[in-house]
């Protein structure tokens, strides 16, 4: 991919953003297992960062898939995954469905605000029973006249609970599987909602993570996110765009971490040299610096097939893949480089660490990575 200088004005406008409204305050949003949301979102909405490839039409920059990996890898060089989660969430997880089969009114309404950074979103699909596996969700929407009446529950749900809308994933009719589900938008204003409980978790603390309840809850059928019934391959669709982000954004981190542990292999002196003069350390990190580097070209591969309106499930799946794996290396050796300052909670790297497991787990597990490229190159029984 080759990065003309509009791209690299974009990178150091982005970057300077981003160091403003997020790095001063990360350490204080960890502490309080939350950030101000509609804050931080109003600010980068006016700097332009929210709806990098929508329609201007409905405040989006027009702009195409490149400019979204380098906001990835600057958002992933913050060292704040929860927020670097959050801002994902809101550009690429919750609002592609409803930009691309979403109606012109659901756009004005909902999609604008969230690209002004007026309305934070969220996407519900995971259930207590259903996570990787979403054919098994159970949240059921009964159609009653020119209303959908919801009942169930949604867990693990990031920014849960400050979101003002979700793309609600849930069941329209008696069809099992991955037949009958439906995306629809969903205020969470609606009476019959409610956040059952706000969750603690190893990492990305900052990041607020909710368990949602539905009980009777109305919204009109016209909240339907594109076809009734069609809801399962839409949000496999907005899948693909969640685990490239989620590539690009380990990839910021990574290089961050890497270089911010040399730094300080640099001025660590043990036995009357640098650490970093050890040819162990230097071996590790350019080892790690070169995995690094062909997975960043491996994404770049993969935004490529994208710009030529490719599917890009398989790369999508093989980069997020292997972007959980690195990173749980990188953040490993990290901690390891660090020696017993590495192992205190107040640590960049320590926070580094814990907030590293998550991306083996989170929007497909590895197991389930493995399981799709299984069936798509034919390993499968």
Not at 53 to 62: F, K, L, S, T
Not at 89 to 98: E, F, G, H, I, K
Not at 103 to 116: F, G, I, T
Not at 242 to 266: F, K, N, P, S
């Amino acid at each position: 991919m080759l990065f003309s200088p509009d791209h690299e004005a974009f990178r150091q406008s982005a970057r300077g953003v981003l160091e403003r409204e997020i790095l001063p305050h990360g350490q204080e949003w960890e502490e309080a297992q939350t950030f101000p949301a509609h804050q931080l979102f109003k600010a980068l909405g006016a700097a332009g960062l929210l709806g990098l490839e929508y329609d201007p039409a409905y405040g989006g920059q027009g702009a195409d898939h490149s400019y979204t990996v380098i906001l990835g890898e600057e958002l992933g060089r913050m060292g704040c995954a929860g927020v670097a989660m959050a801002v994902a969430v809101q550009n690429d997880m919750a609002t592609p469905s409803l930009h691309s089969h979403g109606s012109d009114e659901l756009k004005q309404r909902y999609l604008a605000p969230a690209l002004r950074g007026e309305m934070v979103a969220a996407i519900a699909v995971t259930e207590p029973d259903a996570g990787s596996d979403v054919a098994r969700i159970t949240t059921r929407a009964v159609r009653d006249g020119n209303e959908w009446v919801i009942n169930g529950s949604k867990l693990y749900i990031t920014n849960g609970t400050q979101a003002d809308w979700l793309c609600l994933l849930a069941r329209t009719s008696a069809e099992g599987g991955y037949r009958g589900l439906s995306q629809i938008l969903f205020p969470t204003s609606a009476p019959g909602f409610s956040v059952s409980r706000k969750l603690r978790k190893l990492g990305n603390n900052c990041s607020d993570t909710a368990e949602l309840s539905f009980t009777d809850a109305r919204v009109p059928v016209s909240h339907t996110i594109g076809q009734a019934g069609r809801g399962f391959q839409q949000q496999m669709r907005q899948f693909q765009n969640e685990r490239m982000i989620a590539a690009y954004i380990a990839v910021g981190a990574m290089d961050a971490a890497l270089r911010r542990t040399a730094d300080y292999l640099r001025d660590r002196h043990t036995f009357g040299q640098p650490l970093l003069s050890r040819q162990y350390v230097q071996f590790r990190l350019a080892e790690l610096a070169a995995e690094l580097d062909m997975l960043r070209h491996y994404n770049y591969a993969c935004a490529e097939a994208h710009l030529r309106g490719e599917d890009t499930t398989r790369f999508a799946s093989i980069a997020k893949l292997k972007a959980g794996r690195l990173q749980r290396e990188v953040a490993d050796t990290c901690m390891q480089f660090h020696g017993g300052l590495g192992y205190m909670e107040e640590a960049w790297v320590s926070r580094f660490f814990r907030d590293s497991r998550l991306l083996s787990i989170g929007g497909g597990a590895d197991e389930v990575m493995l399981q799709i490229l299984a069936r798509l190159d034919g390993f499968a029984g």
